[in-house]
C-alpha cells in the first residue's frame, strides 16, 4: 500500500521561510519521480516543483528562485524548501507520485 506523509506546514510571515517533508512508503521510492503541488482556496491544484529519479528538477515560474525540491532516498522522503513566502504562497501543498497517490496535504498560510 502507496503511502504519502506530508508534514511542516503552518503559519509564517511574508519574506519567511518553511520547509515541507513528505515521507513515502509502499513504493520503491528512488525509482520514481515525486512532485509537490498547491491548491489556493477557489483556485485548482497546480503543480509547483518536481525532481525526477535522477534528481533533474523542474519548477512553476512561480516557484523559480524562491523554492527547492529535494529528494533524500536513504529515508524515502522528498523535501520542499520555500523562501521568500508571499501571501499568494498561501495553499495546502500536497506530496504526490505515479499513477495517482497523493498525500493528505499541509497547510501553508503566509500571512502578518
Known amino acids: 500500500q502507496v503511502r504519502l506523509v506530508e508534514s511542516g506546514g503552518g503559519l509564517v510571515q511574508p519574506g519567511g521561510s518553511l520547509g515541507l517533508s513528505c515521507s513515502a512508503s509502499g513504493i520503491i521510492f528512488r525509482l520514481y519521480t515525486m512532485y509537490w503541488y498547491r491548491q489556493a482556496p477557489g483556485k485548482q491544484r497546480e503543480l509547483v516543483a518536481s525532481?525526477?529519479?535522477?534528481?533533474?528538477?523542474n519548477y512553476a515560474d512561480s516557484a523559480k528562485g524562491r523554492f527547492t525540491i529535494s529528494r533524500d532516498n536513504a529515508k524515502n522522503t522528498v523535501y520542499l524548501q520555500m523562501n521568500s513566502l508571499k501571501p499568494e504562497d498561501t495553499a495546502v501543498y500536497y506530496c504526490k507520485t505515479a499513477p495517482n497517490y497523493w498525500g493528505q496535504g499541509t497547510q501553508v498560510t503566509v500571512s502578518s
Open positions: 525532481i525526477s529519479s535522477t534528481f533533474g528538477t
